[in-house]
């Protein structure tokens, strides 16, 4: 699977901006599908995963009541809805897919991954 994802910009604090990924292929609903974000000079980190579905996301402590992770499987596309944004999001955003993976909060367990789209927010 070939993932693009978009939607980054420059973004006030207390603003939303809603991030999308692009699938390719037929066979989206069996992927697990997941955001992370890298801040300069600092490691990649966990922000959302969802399951098939979407019946299943968690969310990292950082972002939980602010951000939503959702996904269309007919439009091959899962987003991350920001809302609330602080500075400290800044970051480059990336979505990742793992075909019947579980929703893992590591890197690792991720095989593919999209270019990035970055996320600036302003105070």
């Known amino acids: 699977v070939q993932l693009q994802a978009c939607g980054g910009g420059l973004v006030q604090a207390g603003g939303s901006l809603r991030l999308s990924c692009a699938a390719s292929?037929?066979?989206?609903?069996?992927?697990?599908m997941a955001w992370f974000r890298q801040a300069p000079g600092k490691e990649r980190e966990f922000v959302a995963a969802?399951?098939?579905?979407?019946?299943?996301?968690t969310y990292d402590d950082s972002v939980k009541d602010r951000f939503t992770l959702s996904r269309d499987n007919v439009k091959n596309t899962v987003y991350l809805q920001m809302n609330s944004l602080k500075p400290e999001d800044t970051a480059v955003y990336y979505c990742?897919?793992?075909?019947?993976?579980?929703?893992?909060?590591?890197?690792?367990?991720?095989?593919?991954w999209g270019q990035g789209t970055l996320v600036t927010v302003s105070s």
């Open positions: 990742a897919a793992q075909p019947y993976g579980r929703e893992s909060r590591r890197t690792d367990d991720y095989g593919y």
């Open positions: 969802s399951n098939w579905s979407g019946g299943i996301r």
């Open positions: 292929g037929r066979t989206f609903s069996i992927y697990t």
